[in-house]
């Protein structure tokens, strides 16, 4: 089971700032309900005369607030609570989505009012999804009024890309406050900004001083080692299938006697040769499985900890328990860390499962048809990503496409094939796993090591940062505290 998601730096200041809020004297609490009164009696009086003249009145005295007044706006552009709406709609669907499909057990129940469950303590699922919501306006804003102070005009047909995004939009689960023309507005500027903001990082440019200075700082994000890695499973039960934690431990340091990685390897295959059936092809197998190589540094994991300190030398090793799990792994460092200047690679894949087809052979021969269509066609890039996009079962990526993979990302069998010295692109064949077969197209390698990537992916985000920052104070975005407490989430919620 997952662990409960920690919040972020800006959800804990926005926590922050509401405790804040609730802690307002009652004095200001008494000016907020004064002014909630004036408004709502200006509402009232504006519909009287509405239905004096004959108005559309049933807009008004059914949902006022959603529609007339701006929760956010800047000079030129303003985005009313039902437009918000639509972008806490979008925020919360695409959060239900990605957290459903890893598993994770922190979402909300999608059946009951989110502002009746919290996210933490201090957070309802609600307000979760309104404070994303309305950081999300606010950058909107923000770089709609930047593109306007620099001239830009996208090159898109916004009209083309609102009208494709509403086909696909499910509006029985948006909340009833927001009508189409809601939607068809915070498209507009949601293409807008999304257009302005690509061109900008697409313009990022850093000098080889710059991607210096940054990994200086920053080593161990750029960073690779490898080491050696084996695992022994204990059981104290009666079942005479497994070893005990002694037995377990006592192996364990016997292999951690084995100093070089030809040594580790021969020691394992040993082990496996006597304890098992396997055949010397599939002892080879296992044994290529024990190198993990080019790993990146991963914070409060204990071997990558253990990995990356200034103490662990080339050689050393060292036990791991974990009684959870009831394994022991043993460790030997075989590469310090050092600067990643692998280059990673893109590519293609077409993914079947056992679970599909029934069997991991059931699996292939779905990937053999796959690449039977692929032979008969004009073997061009973007038709496999046709292929891709009308077989894959992984629906992550469009056109099965993954970039810049690194060497650690990919399991043995396709991390040989892919950084093969003799690949080359356009290249294809199938890739199988004990419960997967991956129909694989090779598109190239990266023109930059890996650190250097890294690097840019870090200064870019540095720059993006200060640019928003100076985008939304350049704006003067204004939020209304009090219209945004119309914003619905979904239709639970309405």
Known sequence: ?????????????????????????????????????????????????????GGTTWFVREKPMTQLLSAGKTAHYKLNAAEVSFYAWQIYNGYITSNSESGSSNVPDTSKPLADQNYDNDTTWEAYFTDAAEEYAKNILAFCEAADAENYTPEEDISSLVASAKKQIDFSTMPDTVK???????????????????HIQDNFNFTEEELNAYYEENPTEMDVCSYMEFSFSYDDSSDSTTISQSQAEELARNLRRCDTKESFEQWVHDYYAQNTSLTEEELASQVKTLCMEDVSYTQNDSISEWAFSADTKVGDSKLFTDTDNKTITVCLL??????????????????????????????????????????????????????????????????????????????????DWCFDESRKAGDVTILDSSYISC????????QQPGWQLTAEAGLEEERYNELQEKYQKEANVQISDWIMQFVKVNNQDS
């Open 1 to 53: 089971m997952a662990n409960k998601k920690k919040p972020s730096e800006k959800q804990a200041f926005l926590a922050e700032q509401r405790k804040a809020k609730r802690k307002e004297s009652e004095k200001a609490k008494r000016k907020k309900h004064r002014t909630k009164k004036t408004v709502t009696a200006i509402v009232c009086c504006a519909a009287a005369v509405a239905v004096v003249a």
């Open 180 to 198: 189409e023309e809601n939607v068809t507005r915070a498209l507009e500027l949601y293409f807008k900004a999304q257009s302005f903001s690509t």
């Open 334 to 415: 075989t590469a310090a860390p050092e600067r990643d200047e692998t280059h990673p690679v893109n590519l293609r894949q077409i993914l079947f499962t056992a679970n599909t087809y029934d069997s991991a052979s059931g699996a292939h021969d779905a990937a053999e048809k796959a690449l039977e269509e692929w032979n008969a066609s004009d073997k061009e890039e973007t038709t496999f990503a046709a292929l891709a996009d009308q077989y894959t079962e992984d629906t992550s990526v469009s056109g099965g496409l993954y970039q810049n993979v690194t060497r650690s990302q990919l399991m043995t069998t396709w991390r």
């Open 439 to 446: 129909l694989i197209y090779y598109v190239g390698a990266s």
